[in-house]
């Protein structure tokens, strides 16, 4: 984990970190969190993440994270207004079904991820998480961290067949998060979907919404970001992309099941990675990587698994980890074309949106790689003409599933 570790010997970033971070109160809040230990050094996490990550050393020798809400300088996404509470609420429910699955007595296979590692061990062990601003002005959680560091700076270290064994790790557990289902049977973000456990007035009120269909509740999704691009005077076929989604949306409702997904969970930056200390064998460049989890887990969606960031290119390491987990999770195999398109639609355009709020100095090679994507995904979409539409809605024969399912396997 890279972090500033100028954070405490330095007098002037000691100032600028007390003004940025309440510490005083961060302190009272461990005291009942940890009553075992005291906070020492503080170390600002260099991250891309939205929220600002903080290395808690204390007194025991042990490291807390501390993941502190953007500041109101940041422009967030419609999607992101929420990403601390997400998290939190999140990470509260796969720990509490991946133990009841287990003391369920199911078998540990189903929530397996390769080189025995199981959703447990991926997912951080969250200590304390508050969404109001009056404990230390804006929302925070603290984790017990999570091993290793970002694959995006570590990539270049790892031989072909490690990156393989941690994209198989990775797909691997993607499979793993679609066995878990929304406990209501409605579709949507986990926000809107999950009771929030940190509230004691909502733990057990019913979830805030929730879409009855796959199609609705995506639809929510790609209009929350064509509208955060209609905010900003972005350029994009607005109409265009609506009437794609009129025409052929009945697709998406093939997705009768809402199964969970990180929408993120395979991108470079948000994979974590942990290298092995072993020395590599003779004739080998291989050192060992570990999947350890994700550094957010902001992005989880109850839905249809090929939204994924992932499914745009597979690797075939990922691809073999996915497979791996036995049945198929991607719902009804002769409309999967049709939604992948959509899904690419909608990444490209948040990904065309974002370089507007949230300005890097590569944002124009970025906007044009989206814009691009988006362009290719739209002509596929005006191929789909009516004639095939009635087509794919009548029922295929038995020899045209089969060609179907063989064909678009993933």
């Not at 790689?369 to 009516?386: F, G, H, I, S």
Request: glycine fraction near 6%; aromatic fraction near 6%; charge should be negative.
């Amino acid at each position: 984990m890279s972090a500033s570790k100028t954070a405490v010997p330095s007098r002037s970033h000691l100032t600028s970190l007390m003004y940025s971070l309440p510490v005083r109160r961060l302190k009272e809040i461990l005291s009942h969190v940890v009553p075992d230990a005291s906070l020492g050094a503080v170390e600002q996490v260099a991250s891309t993440q939205l929220p600002r990550l903080y290395n808690l050393n204390m007194s025991d020798d042990r490291q807390l994270l501390l993941s502190f809400a953007p500041s109101l300088a940041v422009r967030l996404l419609r999607q992101e207004g929420t990403i601390l509470s997400s998290e939190a609420i999140l990470i509260y429910f796969i720990s509490a079904s991946t133990r009841s699955l287990k003391i369920e007595g199911s078998p540990s296979s189903e929530t397996e991820i390769p080189n025995s590692t199981s959703l447990l061990d991926v997912v951080p062990k969250i200590l304390k998480h508050s969404s109001n601003n009056r404990e230390m002005a804006y929302p925070y959680s603290i984790f017990e961290p999570t091993a290793g560091a970002p694959l995006s700076t570590l990539s270049i270290y790892l031989s072909i067949p490690d990156r393989r064994v941690v994209d198989k790790q990775v797909g691997s557990m993607v499979r793993a998060l679609a066995l878990l289902t929304s406990p209501t049977g409605t579709f949507g973000t986990a926000s809107r979907v999950l009771p929030d456990p940190f509230n004691g007035a909502s733990s057990t009120a019913p979830p805030i919404a929730g879409s009855s269909t796959w199609s609705e509740a995506f639809n929510t999704l790609l209009e929350g970001i064509l509208r955060d691009g209609e905010d900003m005077a972005v350029l994009l076929p607005y109409d265009t992309i609506r009437s794609h989604y009129q025409r052929l949306s009945f697709h998406l409702d093939t997705v009768t099941f809402p199964r969970l997904v990180v929408l993120d969970a395979s991108s470079e930056t948000n994979v974590m990675v942990e290298r092995t200390a072993e020395e590599p064998s003779l004739g080998s460049s291989s050192t060992g990587a570990k999947f350890t989890g994700l550094r957010s887990w902001s992005q989880g969606v109850f839905g249809d698994p090929l939204l994924c960031e992932a499914f745009e290119d597979p690797s075939e390491g990922f691809l073999e980890g996915w497979q791996e987990g036995g049945e198929d999770e991607t719902g009804d195999e002769v409309n999967l074309e049709i939604r992948s398109l959509f899904y690419r639609c909608y990444r490209a355009s948040v990904g065309v949106v974002t370089q507007y709020y949230r300005p890097q100095v590569d944002s124009s090679r970025r906007e044009l790689e989206a814009r691009r994507k988006l362009t290719n995904v739209l002509a596929e979409l005006a191929r789909v003409e009516a004639a095939e539409t009635s087509l794919l809605k009548r029922p295929r024969s038995p020899s045209g599933e089969a060609e179907s399912a063989k064909r678009l396997k993933c």
